[in-house]
């Protein structure tokens, strides 16, 4: 069982920012966060930037040079920066971890995020 936090959703218009936060509130065993999804309506489930084993960032081409994540490996969390925002940025956003040791993936319940007019 993982259980997340997952914060930092809303209602913005376009060209403004949000800031989403996700932490491993719970485990059964060790996971570490790696990033995020999203899922808008209608649409297929979609990573948006992830953090790799190596510590390197990856980030859906759409997004780059306006979104941003971190982690910070001693708490276990990762967020997600997201400038600009447009329309079709408008999306259920999902943290995910990973049990690397079993090549497992767990999602948190995700975030609203709108943008619009």
């Known amino acids: 069982q993982v259980q997340f936090d997952e914060s930092g959703g809303g209602s913005v218009q376009p060209g403004d920012s949000l800031r989403l936060s996700c932490k491993v509130s719970?485990?059964?065993?060790?996971?570490?966060?790696r990033g995020w999804y999203r899922q808008a309506p209608g649409k297929q489930r979609e990573r948006v930037a992830s953090?790799?084993?190596?510590?390197?960032?990856t980030y859906l081409d759409s997004v780059k040079g306006r979104f941003t994540i971190s982690r910070d490996n001693v708490r276990n969390t990762v967020d997600l920066q997201m400038n600009s925002l447009k329309p079709d940025d408008t999306a259920v956003y999902s943290c995910y971890a990973d049990r690397d040791s079993l090549h497992l993936r767990y999602w948190g319940q995700g975030t609203q995020v709108l943008v619009a007019v």
């Open positions: 953090i790799g084993k190596n510590g390197e960032p």
């Open positions: 719970r485990s059964d065993f060790e996971v570490t966060v």
